[in-house]
């Protein structure tokens, strides 16, 4: 049940960097072809990016990460995980 706590949020942590840049380079890829497409004007009702995914998704890899530490570190883990999942979110445009 150890090896569990220790391998359980690597796995995890890389599973969603390699999401994570998928998206980035399907974004980038799309936002090129947008950009030539869609005027700015038209997109500016606040969900151009990913900010409530990259939150939940931060959300549930502070807690892996804070169960592999320690019980007492919960509260920790889910409020650092959230901030980066949303400034990870909030970097990548839809």
Same mark, same amino acid.
């Given at each position: 049940?150890?090896?569990?706590?220790?391998?359980?949020?690597?796995?995890?942590?890389?599973?969603? *960097? *390699? /999401? *994570?840049? /998928?998206?980035?380079?399907?974004?980038?890829?799309?936002?090129?072809?947008?950009?030539?497409? *869609?005027?700015?004007?038209?997109?500016?009702?606040?969900?151009?990016?990913?900010?409530?995914?990259?939150?939940?998704?931060?959300?549930?890899?502070?807690?892996?990460?804070?169960?592999?530490?320690?019980?007492?570190?919960?509260?920790?883990?889910?409020?650092? %995980?959230?901030?980066?999942?949303?400034?990870? %979110?909030?970097?990548?445009?839809?």
């Amino acid at each position: 049940m150890e090896i569990l706590r220790i391998i359980f949020p690597l796995l995890t942590t890389c599973l969603a *960097v *390699v /999401y *994570v840049i /998928y998206l980035a380079k399907k974004n980038r890829e799309l936002n090129a072809e947008e950009n030539e497409a *869609v005027d700015k004007e038209e997109k500016d009702d606040g969900s151009d990016n990913y900010m409530a995914e990259g939150m939940s998704i931060g959300m549930c890899l502070g807690i892996a990460w804070s169960m592999a530490l320690g019980d007492d570190n919960i509260a920790i883990g889910i409020s650092i %995980g959230m901030m980066l999942g949303m400034a990870i %979110g909030m970097s990548i445009k839809k």
